[in-house]
């Protein structure tokens, strides 16, 4: 699935090379996990931790996304990115 973060958050950095944490937490869902996002209109494939995207949702509990969004350029950023799940 795709989320978004808002022009409303992302101006909290408006400068190349500021940052922003953003944890996202979702009920568990095997069918359902994050893979890509858009910020101010522009798509980001996250770079994950471990260098490998999740497949899948955890089968239970709380899915946990959490993302340091930093701002490389105009419109361009670089996301971190890191699921664990609570079961």
């Known amino acids: 699935s795709t989320h978004c973060i808002s022009s409303a958050a992302s101006d909290v950095y408006k400068r ?5 944490s953003v944890v996202i937490m ?10 890509s996002m858009t910020i101010d ?17 955890g089968a239970s509990g709380i899915d946990v996304y959490t993302l340091q969004v930093i701002k490389t ?13 609570f079961a």
Request: proline content about 4%; overall charge negative; glycine content about 14%.
């Open 16 to 20: 190349q090379g500021e940052a922003i």
């Open 26 to 35: 979702l009920t568990a869902s095997a069918a359902g996990y994050m893979s």
């Open 41 to 57: 209109g522009a798509s980001v494939t996250p770079v994950w931790s471990g260098g490998i995207a999740p497949s899948e949702g």
């Open 73 to 85: 350029a105009n419109n361009t950023y670089t996301v971190l990115a890191n699921s664990s799940n």
